[in-house]
């Protein structure tokens, strides 16, 4: 499986993106997908993630509200929609898929990883 992330850029804080992370390959059977970020300096933390079959999100607190992880199953794609973006949500987010039962949080529960896309929010 191959994860491919973009959507990235730089943005004003408040203001809004769209990352996506397409999936190829012909044994793609996530259990979940999941986004992680990670800034310079800091741990990969996780933020957000989706059961494929049901559609299920689950949210970090930090995110909870101003984030909407959503997916395509047609299109093998897993969105994440970010508004009113902050400074701090600056980093490189990662897509992940888990084969796992399960809907975790921590990255060691993943098996595939995308590249990772830049998201700079200015002040």
């Known amino acids: 499986v191959q994860l491919q992330a973009s959507g990235g850029g730089l943005v004003q804080a408040g203001g809004s993106l769209r990352l996506s992370c397409a999936a190829s390959?012909?044994?793609?059977?996530?259990?979940?997908m999941g986004w992680f970020r990670q800034a310079p300096g800091k741990e990969r933390e996780w933020i957000a993630a989706i059961r494929w079959s049901t559609g299920t999100t689950y949210y970090a607190d930090s995110v909870k509200g101003r984030v909407a992880i959503s997916r395509d199953n047609a299109k093998n794609t897993v969105y994440l929609q970010m508004n009113s973006l902050k400074p701090e949500d600056t980093a490189v987010y990662y897509c992940a898929l888990s084969s796992s039962i399960g809907v975790f949080t921590t990255a060691n529960k993943y098996n595939y990883w995308g590249q990772g896309t830049q998201v700079t929010v200015s002040s």
């Open positions: 390959g012909r044994t793609f059977s996530p259990y979940a």
